[in-house]
């Protein structure tokens, strides 16, 4: 049971630093708008599906992390994706028996909410920035890409049982 | 089974704990440096990871180049290299001269500095921040503050350094300032990035100001962080208009920030032997005696005839007891610095 549990912790953790690479990992300028959120949907991902295990404080200490990486203010990212993921914790029940396309159109609005929650903190922090409407673009790209997402990382949780 | 009420702490308390924390750490930012200098050295080895699609997708593109491709590029290189080579020669005659004559001006000789070329191994995918990261840290001897250019101008300075990586601030990012002169006429301003990639301003500036589109900026070396001379940006539009203040004038940087692969980190107080002025400018107007000349001879065997250049301060007496002299005032001055 205990060797259960190493290895489900093993996968998720993996995963998740699978998605922070995908979320750092350098792109042309011209696609760079449209970077989509792999480390929110794989977070959503598992709190949607374990949400007593992982949620809002593996959040928090993966925000922390991101920061780190993308060098911005300590706490921005860490912020944000803890209250997107407090969102997905609450409805989580509902989002599992949601057909595919509702529930990509529902992670669209979460990456919407957390992008403005990052430009606002930033606006408040560092100081002005012309608002601009191309950060949302990554909802757009996560919306077609979240069915594969889905897709592989249940396929993940079934094969090692990670429960 | 899962349980689907759980027990323990509540998502609410998590919540206000993970935004307590968090906002602890915004209110903190400024004296966690070395904890997120650690951190980033922790994570690191993500960064190179990250990297590695990139790297092969060059490699790739180098090991199935054809061969037309590699004898295009090889020739336009050899070419480049020829123009390149031309210009040097007349460069270190033109440094030596510019030298001697800084010496007998009394003022301190321009140094040449330690550098290192450097990688772009990520870019901020951050909206509002412009930097990359650089594969150099402080096992290399980067530290914050430190320059950074590329072939056609300034990139911008480091802000924060870890063990094997460092980040790299762009001239263009909202929160740089670097203090410009205009070639032109010497005017001193400060450029300041727009959080645009390609433009940057100078703020608070007289509409009388004489600067005109086209004009050259370069770092003016004020605030001793950027040595002096560096090419920045050219002034692309200056605009008096009689609502403002102050002109407004935007300027384009010359190193092209969007695409930039490798850069070279600069120690301007990191000085090549071969400029130490202290008691050494005898062995070393001596080795550039030696060197030059020879460089001159071979170029005028290759012009045939024409030996007048190679006539240089080997065969000028005055100019070698002009350098003797020399070496007392600059010890004077250089002794001075380091008593500074």
Partial sequence: MSAHIANGRLVVWLTLFIGMMFQIMPLPTMVEAWRPDWLLMVLVYWAMALPHRYSILTAWILGVLLDVLLGATLGIRSLALSLVI???VLLCQRLRNYPRWQQSLVIAGLICIYHALIFWVQFVVVGAAPFDFSMFL???SSLFIWWWVFW???NMRRRYKVR | MKPIFVRGVSNQ?????????SVALLVANDRLDPIRQSLSSVLSPLQYLANVPGVILDWSAEAFATRNMLEVQNKELLRQQLVMSERLQRFEHVRQENERLRALLGSPVHMDSRKVVAEVMEVASDPFRQFVVLNHGSQTGVYVGQPVVDAQGVVGQVIEVSEFTSRVLMVSDSTHGIPVRVTRNDVRAIANGTGDIDQIELRHVAKSTDIIAGDLLVTSGLGNRFP???PVARVISVSRDDGQSYAVINAQPLAALDRIRYVLLIWPDETKPFTLPANL???STEASVNGVPQAQAEQSQA????????????DNPAIQNVNQALTTPTTQSNSNEVNR
Avoid: S
């Avoid at chain 2, 308390?13 to 924390?21: D, G, K, P, V, Y």
């Avoid at chain 2, 012009?303 to 080997?314: L, S, V």
């Fill in chain 1, 86 to 88: 407090y969102i997905v």
């Fill in chain 2, 303 to 314: 012009t045939q005839g024409n030996t007048t250049p190679a006539a240089t301060d080997a």
């Fill in chain 1, 138 to 140: 990554p909802a757009i």
């Fill in chain 2, 281 to 283: 400018i005898g062995v």
């Fill in chain 2, 228 to 230: 002096e001379g560096y």
């Fill in chain 2, 13 to 21: 308390f998590r919540l206000t704990l993970a935004i307590l924390l």
């Fill in chain 1, 152 to 154: 592989i990382l249940r």
